[in-house]
């Protein structure tokens, strides 16, 4: 059986990622969507949440697993799951060039997994969990980029937190 991982943060999954996964789970028979944590970046959904909205977006694909390694190097994750393959998704050149880097320090942990990379449709290129993030702070509608779970969860997360604020 062919498995791969596609790792990341995902706060909060946007359709980029969605495309990204259901283009990856076309080639792979397994594919796990395995959120991770960056040591660099602060989050607006802990763990379970990120974990909870993945796992509402991806219910009824029968292929897709959604798993939670916070403290695992994305090597270790694909040795644990018999993962040949590292899937990331492609928005532009920059995006390209940290993949590449990352790519090459995963080879040589393992020389035998490969990282896949997939291009974002052009009209997805500017779309970053960053930006949602800020675009919902400031009252701008996603609704079009993030799956609808993600919509209603950053609406309700943001508001919270704009409350508290005040």
Do not use: C, W
């Not at 594919?31 to 991770?36: A, D, G, Q, T």
């Not at 989050?43 to 292929?63: G, H, P, T």
């Not at 040949?84 to 997994?113: C, H, Q, S």
């Amino acid at each position: 059986m062919t498995k791969a991982i596609f790792p990341g943060s995902f706060d909060p999954i946007t359709n980029g990622h969605v495309e990204v996964v259901e283009a990856a789970a076309r080639m792979f028979e397994k594919l796990y969507v395995v959120i991770m944590t960056n040591t660099s970046k602060k989050y607006l959904f802990d763990e379970k949440e990120r974990l909870d909205l993945a796992k509402k977006v991806f219910e009824n694909d029968k292929n897709i697993e959604v798993i939670a390694r916070p403290a695992e190097l994305t090597v270790e994750v694909a040795h644990e799951l018999n993962a040949g393959a590292i899937v990331r998704g492609l928005r532009n050149t920059t995006d390209f060039n940290y993949e590449r880097d990352i790519a090459g320090i995963n080879k040589t942990l393992d020389p035998k997994l490969n990282t896949v990379l997939l291009f974002t449709r052009p009209e997805d290129s500017f779309i970053s969990s960053s930006m949602i993030k800020e675009t919902v702070f400031f009252g701008g509608n996603v609704s079009t980029l993030v799956p609808k779970p993600v919509a209603a969860a950053l609406e309700e997360k943001l508001r919270n937190q704009n409350n508290e604020e005040k």
